[in-house]
């Protein structure tokens, strides 16, 4: 059964860094988009990032652009997400996908597939 299990999730001050990882076992993404969403309390699940299947291309929400990273390590069949400069704004659940095979990656819950169970990240001002 394929699994998507997201770690590295915590509580850090303003400012801090987390690095976020997603590791997939029971079959192979490393031919899948991947993308990570966040969702916070009282709030509709929210794009963040995703890396096309090849690693080539990557997109970004506008408020992460310049602090968060998108990666993938398809020989470990892992994908990570390294957050820098965190804002209490960013504080929410944050979920691994998996999405279509050879895609670019999509925006929208929709495009995606599978899904983690989500890693709590919680930023303090």
């Known amino acids: 059964q394929a699994q998507l299990v997201e770690s590295g999730g915590g509580l850090v001050q303003a400012g801090g860094s987390l690095r976020l990882s997603c590791a997939a076992s029971g079959r192979t993404f490393s031919h899948h988009a991947m993308g990570w969403f966040r969702q916070a309390p009282g709030k509709e699940r929210e794009f963040v990032a995703a890396?096309?299947?090849?690693?080539?291309?990557?997109y970004y929400i506008d408020s992460v652009k310049g602090r968060f990273t998108i990666s993938r390590d398809n020989a470990n069949n892992t994908v990570y997400l390294q957050m820098n400069s965190l804002k209490p704004e960013d504080t929410a659940v944050y979920y691994c996908a998996a999405g279509r095979i050879y895609g670019l990656g999509g925006t929208t819950p929709d495009d995606y597939g599978y899904w983690g169970q989500g890693t709590q990240v919680t930023i303090s001002s």
């Open positions: 890396v096309s299947w090849s690693g080539a291309n990557t």
